[in-house]
């Protein structure tokens, strides 16, 4: 024992003569050592310059008691000072609906081939965020929907956007009077894409904001009188973001039979959401001036209608597809077009109905003829000020600006009924009525601001009643 402290005595006190003579020789040896650090890489608990900050403006509206009540089947919820209309959500057919969905993303993986990225982007509804504790027992847990669905997908990647969502809540991310997000919720979601994705991402800063407009969206025709007048005397603001980048939107119908390029945006103070590539339900190619071979092709339902615009710094193409608006085979695109990255946008609604079958049509039904690509090849204008990218008119009340000539021009009715009308009927020339500040009782299906008078029109879905 006498041998074993003695050997440890040697060893300290030969520790402490070299720690001495190195504290000697400190002064001779200090440029030496900067030297050497500065070819160290030294971890840092700082975040590095491309790591993406997430923090937003957050608020526990989950455990806040708050004024609430019914109108029709909404929850009317006062917060923050203003009524906020909710669809209480609730798992339609059950977890047939999640299993098929993963099961056809796990299809087109399989069948695009391994050089295909494929991902997997559901939204969830208002409720998940905003809905009061007294009435979160009749709702369906959607983060536990999403983690469900997402535990089945095989080579398939999953983009969680709900953490990021609820990180925002308090900011401008869903319409308190709409079913839908705002376009600022889309730049949040969009961002956790790109992340995933690998592509690059242009800033919130990067955008030319519009002035905030008065919007009121397509819940308010589902309410009670009370509840209507709630949501109408309390509008949303919609604010679209413009690329400061150029890009050109080519426009084709159901087939994929080019019809025109024509303007992304066109604003109309009566329908605004649909202000956003003619109401969404054409088939799109966005050509950008992003400097890779990374071309997107967007599947989605209204939720994805305000995305694309955020990618166009991100793919050197885009295309986009409603998935229940559609009559070409998905496959055949992704191979035809050399579609690189296959992202589905949906909300949780539509991935927990029957409407989710659409996406095995989709994907097996035969294309009419020879697929191709008939829009003409242009290069993408230097400046933003391009034929497809409206500078918007933030001081009159003007509608539609000035049509850019169309070869065709469609009006979008409810359950994506879409018919060729004549230019000389167009929505330009026919916005003739007078607006007062006194709204009647009824209103347009797409809603409109608290301060317009519009009749309720029953060509597109409606019956005699009002009922769709």
Excluded at 104 to 110: F, G, H, V
Excluded at 128 to 148: A, H, V
Excluded at 295 to 303: G, H, Q
Aim: net charge negative; glycine share 6%; charged share 30%.
């Amino acid at each position: 024992m006498k041998n074993i402290f003695e050997r440890a005595a040697a060893l300290a006190l030969s520790a402490a003569i070299m720690f001495s003579a190195a504290g000697c020789s400190r002064e001779s040896t200090d440029s030496v050592s900067s030297a050497a650090l500065e070819t160290i890489d030294i971890p840092s608990s700082e975040p590095q310059p491309t790591e993406i900050l997430d923090v937003g403006e957050h608020k526990d509206y989950d455990k806040q008691d708050t004024e609430c009540y019914y109108s029709g089947e909404l929850l009317i919820a006062k917060q923050d000072g203003k009524p906020r209309a909710m669809e209480l959500f609730s798992m339609n057919i059950g977890e047939g609906c999640l299993e098929f969905y993963a099961n056809e993303l796990n299809k087109i993986k399989e069948e695009a081939g391994t050089k295909v990225n494929v991902y997997s982007m559901i939204v969830p509804t208002a409720c998940e965020l905003y809905c009061p504790p007294k009435y979160q027992d009749q709702i369906d847990d959607q983060e536990n929907i999403l983690q469900t669905l997402n535990d089945m997908l095989v080579n398939v990647t999953p983009v969680n956007v709900l953490d990021t969502l609820k990180n925002h809540n308090a900011e401008n991310i869903y319409f308190r009077s709409d079913s839908r997000w705002t376009p600022l919720g889309a730049y949040y979601a969009g961002r956790i894409f790109a992340k995933e994705a690998g592509v690059e991402y242009a800033d919130i800063s990067e955008y030319s904001p519009s002035s905030p407009k008065e919007y009121v969206g397509d819940l308010s025709y589902m309410c009670m009188p009370d509840g209507d007048e709630d949501l109408r005397k309390n509008p949303d603001e919609f604010i679209f973001y413009k690329p400061r980048t150029s890009f050109v939107t080519n426009y084709y119908d159901d087939e994929f039979e080019f019809l025109s390029a024509d303007k992304y945006y066109e604003e109309n103070k009566d329908s605004l959401y649909e202000g956003y590539c003619k109401g969404g339900f054409y088939c799109l190619r966005l050509d950008t001036k992003a400097k890779n071979d990374r071309r997107l092709l967007i599947v989605k339902d209204d939720f994805g209608t305000v995305m694309p615009a955020f990618l166009t710094g991100s793919f050197s193409q885009i295309y986009v597809v409603e998935y229940d608006y559609l009559s070409a085979n998905l496959v055949e695109m992704i191979s035809e077009f050399g579609v690189t990255d296959v992202l589905y946008l949906m909300n949780t609604y539509t991935v927990t109905d029957s409407s989710v079958y659409t996406l095995e049509t989709i994907r097996t039904q035969a294309t009419n003829g020879t697929l191709k690509d008939d829009a003409p090849d242009t290069d993408v204008p230097d400046s933003s000020d391009s034929d497809t990218d409206t500078d918007f008119d933030t001081e009159s009340d003007e509608g539609y600006g000035e049509p850019n000539e169309p070869e065709y021009i469609y009006g979008v009715g409810i359950n994506n009924q879409i018919g060729i009308v004549e230019p000389s009927s167009s929505p330009i020339e026919e916005q003739t009525e007078e607006y007062t500040a006194e709204p009647q009782d009824n209103y347009s299906e797409d809603g409109g601001s608290a301060d317009y008078e519009y009749e309720y029109s029953y060509e597109d879905g409606a019956d005699e009643d009002g009922e769709w």
